[in-house]
């Protein structure tokens, strides 16, 4: 069922998008070539706890560590582990916590050192997908509006779509509905203000397949090519929307 948020629950979620992006602040802090996954795991981990938040993605179905973290061909849901970051790597981290039972989710993918042309464009254009589909959102537009313009922004930028993930919607509940896929599979559910939502582009260098790992979480393309990720929570409202997770 689609939730609409009332005003108090709005200024929690306000809350709880500053300090998503309070900790990605204090994550780009330490983010270079030699720093292992798990290092960023803890760091993530102890300044949400620092700040009276939850970890939304500790124990979330399993899952074992406080934040997920995908390099080069991962495309989400990456284990922290020893691997250490290194020059030319891609780093996507996929951000959720609660502030009084209430969620936030970002995510962001950073350039370690540096890329070629073509990944760096990857990075930079999956980011400019979820800001073109911004443009058209506003109370009454429909879901399949929305994934039209990332699926027409990526297809237009050499970029193949991931069909098996999708945005969604978020509140007490980490994942809510509407489902927010990236091309267009006709949804026409309309949003309404004081729905929020999670658009989250996620964009290959190459094909658009994906597999699930031995790990049982992490999913990579199946062509080998890097994947990027980018993904904020935003408000819609009579007029337009308001990022809760902040702009980088």
Known sequence: MISIKSAREIALMKEAGKYNQ???????????????????DKITHDFIIKNGCV???????GYPASVCISVNDEVVHGIPSKRKLKNGDIVSIDL???????????????IIGTVSNEVADLVIN?????????????????????????????????????????????????????????FDDGNNTRLK?????????MLNLGKK????DDDNWTIKT???KPS????????????????????D
């Open 228 to 247: 990027c990720h980018y993904e904020n929570t935003v408000l819609i409202t009579k007029d337009g929307y308001e990022i809760l997770t902040g702009e």
């Open 22 to 40: 309070l900790t990605f602040r204090e994550i780009e802090k330490h983010l270079k070539a030699g720093i292992t996954t798990k290092e960023i």
């Open 209 to 212: 397949d994906v597999y699930l």
């Open 126 to 182: 999956t980011r400019n997908a979820f800001y073109e589909a911004l443009k058209i959102l506003k109370d009454g537009v429909r879901v399949k509006e929305i994934s039209r313009v990332i699926e027409n922004y990526a297809h237009a930028h050499g970029l193949s779509v991931v069909e098996e993930l999708c945005g969604h919607g978020i509140g007490t509940n980490m994942h809510e509905d509407p489902d927010i896929p990236n």
């Open 55 to 61: 970890p939304s993605c500790l124990g979330y179905e």
């Open 222 to 224: 199946e062509d080998g």
């Open 96 to 110: 959720v916590l609660a502030y009084k039972g209430y969620h936030a989710d970002a995510t962001r993918t950073y």
């Open 193 to 201: 203000a004081g729905m929020v939502i999670a658009i989250e582009p």
